[in-house]
């Protein structure tokens, strides 16, 4: 079955940066649409960045400017460069895929990681 494994989480300061892969299986990056996806405890879970297949991209207001998603299509690798961290990033980030549909809607997305826990310190 179609699997997402996400890494490279971890906890940093304020102004920090971190950079998470998930390495994708049985199903390929160059094509569909993919995403990662955080949820704060007591929250909803909420889209951060999207890729479609053609390398367009999609990220909310909050997180703009600061993380910006990539993939490499020859190792089915997703990632997520974050920079500028604050403590209102900490949360659980998922990485997703498998869907036409490139909002930030986690509901289009079948296909999910296990998610890894990023924690900013003030």
């Known amino acids: 079955q179609v699997q997402l494994v996400e890494s490279g989480g971890g906890s940093v300061q304020t102004g920090g940066s971190l950079r998470l892969s998930c390495l994708v299986s049985?199903?390929?990056?160059?094509?569909?649409?993919w995403g990662w996806f955080r949820q704060a405890p007591g929250k909803e879970r909420e889209g951060v960045a999207t890729?479609?297949?053609?390398?367009?991209?999609r990220y909310p207001d909050s997180v703009k400017g600061r993380f910006t998603i990539s993939k490499d299509d020859a190792s089915n690798t997703l990632y997520l460069q974050m920079t500028s961290l604050k403590p209102e990033d900490t949360a659980m980030y998922y990485c997703?895929?498998?869907?036409?549909?490139?909002?930030?809607?986690?509901?289009?997305?079948?296909?999910w990681g296990q998610g890894t826990q990023v924690t900013v310190s003030s």
């Open positions: 890729i479609y297949f053609g390398g367009s991209t």
């Open positions: 997703a895929g498998g869907t036409y549909y490139c909002d930030l809607v986690k509901a289009d997305f079948p296909y």
């Open positions: 049985r199903l390929t990056t160059s094509s569909n649409c």
